[in-house]
């Protein structure tokens, strides 16, 4: 059963608007929460993370919210640009150290900035 | 600047047919991991290694093996493959676990 479930499979938006793509998770031992990006026969890289003591990570156009109480977090993107479009992966991990980089994903959700 | 480097990229096996899938990685890190990505599904790990000389089941072991030849290498070998191993295979590494992941580009498998 997965525990990171990425609902819309997809999401199309105009370039300068905001990209919302929402993450939900069952573990309540998950502590700690990262965004990855993917293009096309690349590998995922890093986006932005945040940990569970805080409720808002901001880098440049990216912003990550994580409402604990909803088991829900959430990537605005701002503006949206045509080198966003990409897979967005949201990916969790426990408090644990043995647990520490044994990350679960969502299945992702394919972003297409359209000019 | 190679990071996390892949080889091969593509492959094709019958089924029964054994290979190994290689990894290595130049940033001097500690853990590596194997992840399988299917349509729907995600990432899932294989298995895992936190340090030199460890190595440890993840998410979906079965069917596979790996080595950690040294600390820069992680190698996944497939014994006996089934086409429930078609998949796209993502090696990764980190410093000490907690952190980002870097992935290396990946390795397409099919197997018929």
């Known amino acids: 059963d997965q525990q990171v479930k990425q609902n819309s499979p997809s999401l199309s938006v105009q370039e300068g608007r905001i990209s919302i793509l929402n993450c939900d998770y069952t573990n309540s031992m998950f502590d700690y929460f990262l965004w990855y990006k993917k293009y096309p026969a690349e590998g995922p890289t890093f986006l932005i993370s945040?940990?569970?003591?805080?409720d808002k990570n901001e880098d440049g156009r990216f912003t990550v919210f994580l409402n604990k109480s909803a088991k829900h977090l959430s990537l605005h993107i701002v503006p949206s640009q045509p080198g966003d479009s990409a897979v967005y992966f949201c990916a969790a991990s426990g408090f644990s150290p043995d647990s520490w980089g044994k990350l679960q994903f969502g299945a992702g959700t394919q972003v297409v900035v359209t000019p | 600047n190679a990071g996390v480097t892949q080889t091969p990229k593509f492959q094709v096996l019958k089924t029964g047919q054994s290979m190994t899938l290689q990894c290595a990685q130049d940033m001097n890190h500690n853990s590596m991991y194997w992840y399988r990505q299917d349509p729907g599904m995600g990432l899932r790990l294989i298995y895992y290694s936190a340090s030199e000389g460890t190595t440890d089941k993840g998410e979906v072991p079965n069917g596979y093996n790996v080595s950690r030849l040294n600390k820069r290498e992680f190698s996944l070998r497939l014994e006996s493959a089934a086409p429930s191993q078609t998949s796209v295979y993502f090696c990764?590494?980190?410093?000490?676990?907690?952190?980002?992941?870097?992935f290396g580009s990946g390795t397409q498998l099919s197997v018929l």
């Open positions: 945040i940990s569970s003591i805080k």
């Open positions: 990764a590494s980190s410093e000490q676990g907690r952190e980002k992941l870097f």
